[in-house]
């Protein structure tokens, strides 16, 4: 066991120090304080990217929440903007969720914000900023504004002997013009746990262990495929919610704002690349060292040939019990181009947001939200506040997706040219989100607001 002062102090280190999870379940965090300020990243020694943090770090302090426990929040916004938290993947009221489409106040340049939470439910979470960008690529998600949070649970989906978080990242050096006139991000940097491969600290590991990884996405836009060199992956939770059927996969795919929770069994000694598979973007940095004990030479990466991911893998594998009745929501994705280099405004059902429809939902209903993709874009879409359900994904570019009953989520990737089929019941009452989590998307009218009858 460690001191309460030792614990207090690997509390602050940043999201990827690994750590015993037995002390860390000791003495779960009370009391939380962010300050939000800017920052000067140092990536690399030859990579310095001027942004904003939370606590002066990048990605901000890891926090460590115990489920049901009243925590006590102070956010102090040293910024010239207005600046909001969001506690994605929680069960909070509206007013404190933390976006201000639900009703959460902004914080004021130089003002301070105090609230009470309490967490639920258990399981691998995050925080990150929730403000419009445009084409400020240091605003929003492009800044640091992003940190893993975990809810510890009375019991953990898994044994294991250590753990580290990974946080998953892409700075963008300038908008890019497409073919069509549409503009995107072009990201000239891309790390892991702010850092380029190579620069920082490895993960330091001994044989026979296992580790637990958990891995978040906090890029702005982009999907990342993941492997470890020399090992495989058995995923046991996606989006902090434990699976019905464990996979060992030799890569993972994260969409912008999924997390994945997988065990690694260190059995292969040596020096390996833990790392982004698509080459030019381990070449622009994502990646990270991972080291056994007393092992020697330079890192080994093996190059996969295939990107391989699909949700069915982990679904439940027993007949489903009988659920009641979803009522359906149809929401038609789509986009309006104006042409003459204008961006494109992206639609539900037709409408941008703040003009798209409030659907009603009552309070104990379950829902079943039928998301046409009738885009070119494949869309990582994010439900506040509450838990879903995946059932179906169809479509000429879908993987075949079976009944995928069991896997809880509150982000899924819906694929371009296909419906994405998912079930919730309405058990939190208030404004709530729904939105594509790239943030030019979301900046370009992607989002809409259920609220509660």
Not at 114 to 122: G, I, S
Not at 131 to 142: E, K, N, P, V, W
Not at 228 to 251: C, E, K, W, Y
Not at 370 to 394: G, V
Request: hydrophobic share 35%.
């Amino acid at each position: 066991m460690i001191s309460r002062r030792r614990f207090n102090q690997l509390s602050a280190l940043t999201a990827g120090a690994l750590l015993s999870p037995q002390s860390l379940l000791a003495t779960p965090t009370s009391d939380i304080t962010l300050d939000i300020a800017p920052y000067l990243l140092e990536a690399s020694p030859k990579h310095h990217i001027r942004t904003v943090a939370y606590n002066n770090q990048v990605p901000g302090p890891l926090l460590r929440l115990r489920q049901g426990r009243p925590t006590s929040v102070t956010i102090r916004n040293h910024t010239d903007i207005p600046e909001i938290v969001h506690w994605h993947g929680l069960f909070l009221p509206s007013n404190i969720d933390g976006a201000m489409e639900e009703g959460t106040p902004m914080i004021l340049p130089g003002a301070e914000t105090r609230f009470t939470l309490t967490p639920d439910p258990p399981g691998f979470r995050w925080y990150h900023t929730h403000i419009f960008a445009g084409h400020d690529l240091t605003r929003g998600l492009f800044s640091g504004l992003h940190a893993p949070l975990y809810i510890d649970p009375a019991t953990h989906p898994g044994a294991y002997d250590t753990e580290a978080f990974l946080d998953l990242h892409d700075w963008s050096g300038h908008m890019l013009s497409s073919g069509d006139g549409t503009m995107a991000p072009d990201y000239d940097v891309s790390t892991i746990n702010g850092k380029i491969l190579g620069a920082g600290e490895p993960l330091r590991v001994r044989q026979g262990q296992r580790l637990l990884l958990h891995l978040l996405n906090s890029s702005p836009t982009d999907v990342h495929w993941i492997a470890l060199a020399g090992h495989t992956f058995r995923v046991i939770a996606l989006d902090g919610n434990p699976v019905p059927t464990p996979q060992s996969v030799p890569m993972l795919q994260l969409a912008p704002a999924e997390r994945v929770s997988a065990i690694v069994e260190l059995n292969n000694p040596g020096i390996w690349i833990l790392g982004e598979v698509r080459k030019h973007i381990q070449a622009a940095g994502m990646g990270i060292v991972l080291e056994y004990a007393n092992a020697s030479g330079q890192p080994t990466w093996h190059q996969p040939e295939t990107l391989v991911w699909n949700y069915s893998q982990f679904a439940s594998k027993e007949t489903p019990t009988p659920a009641p009745e979803a009522h359906p929501i149809n929401l038609l994705i789509d986009a309006k181009f104006h042409g003459h280099a204008a961006e494109e405004q992206w639609r539900i059902n037709g409408k941008s947001y703040p003009h798209t429809d409030e659907p009603v939902l009552t309070a104990g209903q379950r829902y079943r939200l039928i998301m046409n993709n009738n885009s070119p874009d494949a869309h990582p879409l994010h439900l506040h506040r509450h838990t879903f359900e995946l059932r179906q994904i169809t479509g000429k570019n879908a993987a075949p997706h079976p009944d995928l009953h069991g896997i809880h989520k509150d982000v899924v990737l819906a694929p371009a040219g296909s419906t994405t089929e998912v079930e919730f019941t309405a058990n939190n009452p208030g404004r709530t989100l729904f939105h594509c989590h790239q943030q030019d998307h979301m900046d370009r009218g992607f989002m809409m607001v259920f609220r509660y009858a």
